[in-house]
């Protein structure tokens, strides 16, 4: 081969080498796909747009990288790490807890919170008025209160017949005469003297003191019984620590540590997608508890008193958060 059709030759293999090299141009980066699971402080919805400890947190990683974010929000925390680990997302970002059964499917950043699980109640659990006639109802006192409530019935009308055979000065009208009667029958049921007229002298006055006994042995009896109800609630309806949740319907929710912590625990519990459904059954009585992240249920009650819960009893379970990622995510 002559010279210059070597050089030819050699200067065709060049521009073949280098022709795609030179069609090839720097990419940018695509955007970062983040999940998110609302549950504030750590991610907070407010006006269309996501902020919390856990968002700026992200946030502040993915400016260092030169990154950009489109955020996803889920429902649960469990649809949000299925979304992780079959590549829906890049990254789950939440007050996500570390746990071997995740890491199994999702890889984890290093740990950045230290938590745990509390329990949150209703500042008035089981002494409203309902919880009290339902302990009097299950207890049998409201049976006695029926045939106290009839006995005063047939008193009073007993009562208004015998006054207006006897006494002149006795309200004539019917309408009047019960009234009277009944709150003098009342009055002796309060374990107070009358003030009745007597007209039967000293065997009404013995009458009197015997309808004045009764009448001191009913409010005892119904005092008595009111306050072994209201002690009997405070003792057993109450939650005041982790060692009063067995036999209480619990509150958790969908996919989270605490879920799996009731279940493991044997609890009575009901899985809730958020912390604003769990509050609205804990508030109507159709769960006893809620067991969740501490900080997630200490920062709902300190921005909610309205809503009269409360965070009780001590950390336990402690845990640690990290963003979730794809198992090998680059």
């Not at 999940?35 to 947190?57: D, H, S």
């Not at 029958?185 to 107070?192: C, E, L, N, Q, T």
């Not at 039967?200 to 005892?220: M, N, P, T």
């Not at 059954?281 to 006893?288: E, M, Q, T, V, W």
């Amino acid at each position: 081969m002559s010279r210059n059709a070597l050089c030819v030759a050699l200067l065709f293999s060049l521009l073949a080498v280098s022709s795609p090299l030179a069609q090839e141009t720097p990419q940018a980066k695509q955007p970062v796909s983040v999940g998110l699971y609302l549950g504030p402080p750590f991610v907070i919805q407010e006006q269309g747009r996501f902020t919390g400890m856990a968002v700026e947190l992200w946030e502040s990683i993915a400016a260092s990288q030169g990154l950009q974010s489109q955020y996803r929000p889920y429902p649960t925390v469990s649809a949000l790490i299925d979304a992780a680990a079959n590549g829906e997302i890049d990254v789950a970002v939440t007050n996500l807890t570390i746990t071997q059964g995740r890491a199994q499917r999702i890889d984890f950043i290093h740990p950045w919170f230290d938590a745990g699980q509390r329990i949150m109640v209703n500042e008035h659990q089981g002494t409203g008025f309902l919880d009290v006639m339902a302990g009097l109802r299950d207890a049998g006192f409201l049976r006695a209160y029926a045939w106290l409530a009839f006995v005063i019935a047939v008193a009073t009308v007993s009562l208004t017949i015998f006054d207006r055979k006897f006494d002149p000065a006795f309200p004539r009208r019917w309408r009047d005469g019960i009234a009277e009667s009944f709150f003098s029958i009342m009055s002796v049921a309060a374990g107070k003297a009358s003030g009745r007229k007597n007209v039967f002298g000293w065997i009404g006055r013995v009458w009197q003191g015997l309808w004045l006994i009764f009448g001191i042995a009913v409010l005892a009896y119904v005092t008595s019984s009111v306050t072994s109800v209201m002690t009997t609630l405070s003792l057993t309806n109450q939650v005041n620590s982790l060692a009063d949740l067995p036999g209480k319907s619990v509150g958790v929710f969908t996919g989270s540590v605490s879920e799996d912590f009731a279940r493991n625990s044997g609890f009575d519990r009901q899985s809730f997608p958020n912390i604003e459904e769990a509050v609205a059954a804990l508030r109507d009585g159709s769960i006893d508890a809620i067991i969740g992240d501490a900080p997630v249920l200490e920062y709902y009650a300190h921005t909610h008193p309205e809503e009269r819960v409360s965070v009780i009893g001590g950390l336990f379970e402690p845990d640690k958060y990290g963003f979730g990622l794809a198992r090998n995510s680059p």
